[in-house]
């Protein structure tokens, strides 16, 4: 178990210096430490990009519904949320069913995606996958 998480944190981090290193805006980025997505799906009704950051907060990894703050999250449809890593460690934004995926998100980066489908949306960490949140999108 301890090989496999060394293996799965060591491509983590080999595929985070590969895209930062490929100069595409939507990357991690040592300078700007943020990294952009959109969610997947057509947009419903009118939007009003308002803008919710939630935090990572710090021991994340032995947490599970805490370690996203805050939890639930509740949007409109064109909101965008920025989830900030506090945290000493690596971790991830992913929703369970591929709406968005923020990759490696190292301390002190953060992920911003717009949100463009009404639902709600369980999301995790892929590095430890206790970490759950949901969103709700309006």
Do not use: E
């Amino acid at each position: 178990m301890q090989i496999r998480r060394v293996l799965v944190v060591a491509a983590l981090l080999a595929a985070a210096a590969c895209s930062s290193n490929s100069g595409s805006s939507s990357s991690p980025s040592s300078t700007t430490g943020t990294t952009t997505g959109t969610t997947s799906g057509s947009t419903s009704g009118s939007t009003s990009g308002a803008s919710t950051t939630a935090s990572i907060v710090s021991g994340a990894a032995g947490l599970t519904t805490t370690a996203f703050s805050p939890n639930p999250i509740s949007v409109h449809v064109g909101d965008s949320i920025t989830w900030v890593n506090n945290d000493t460690i690596a971790h991830t934004s992913t929703a369970n069913g591929g709406a968005w995926n923020s990759g490696v998100i190292n301390p002190g980066q953060s992920f911003k995606t717009t949100m463009s489908t009404a639902g709600t949306f369980a999301y995790h960490c892929t590095i430890h996958p206790g970490m759950v949140g949901t969103v709700t999108v309006q």
